[in-house]
């Protein structure tokens, strides 16, 4: 299982925006990958998001 946040704006972001004014403008999700059949990474994976952060 891999865990990651997803970071989605409707806006571009330009590259010298500040930390904060970032954290503003995007809303992040918690979100994991994990192959289907648990024991077999071979195969194939899924993406589960969950609550907002």
């Known amino acids: 299982m891999i865990k990651y946040v997803i970071w989605v704006s ?4 330009p590259t010298d925006m500040q930390l904060e004014e970032v954290l503003e403008t995007f809303k992040r999700y918690k979100a994991v990958m994990t192959p289907i059949i648990k024991k077999d990474p071979s195969s194939p994976w899924m993406q589960v998001i969950g609550k907002k952060c």
Do not use: I, S, T
């Not at 409707?10 to 972001?13: M, N």
């Open 10 to 13: 409707e806006k571009a972001v």
